[in-house]
């Protein structure tokens, strides 16, 4: 994974955070998660009751650890804005100068 990320300390844009290289694992865990989902519902369909445990649980894990790497990568991207909002100077949005000189 590449440690580059967009200008903006935040998504600015609706779909910025798909192309966000760090969202990675936690799309392809979640999308796991459904594909998971759907096999437990399958198998309990069938009536296979260890599958069905087995499979529920490891769902459940999936989407677990999914949303909680989304949560960490919030957490990163809010500390980022924060830190940049501190360590750099104000602009003007219209004109662009440095506020205060």
């Given at each position: 994974m590449s440690s580059a990320t967009?200008?903006?300390?935040?998504?600015?844009k609706p779909g910025?955070?798909?192309?966000?290289?760090?969202?990675?694992?936690?799309?392809?865990?979640?999308a796991l998660g459904v594909v998971g989902l759907a096999s437990t519902l399958t198998a309990a369909a069938y009536g296979f009751a260890g599958w069905t445990k087995i499979g529920?649980?490891?769902t459940a894990l999936l989407f677990l650890t999914s949303i909680s790497l989304f949560l960490l990568?919030?957490?990163?991207?809010?500390r980022l804005a924060t830190h940049r909002a501190v360590t750099e100077?104000?602009?003007?949005?219209?004109?662009?100068e440095i506020a205060g000189l």
């Open positions: 967009f200008d903006a300390p935040f998504h600015t910025e955070s798909l192309a966000d290289p760090f969202n990675i694992p936690g799309i392809v865990l979640f529920a649980l490891t990568e919030h957490e990163r991207l809010r100077p104000a602009t003007d949005p219209t004109t662009g």
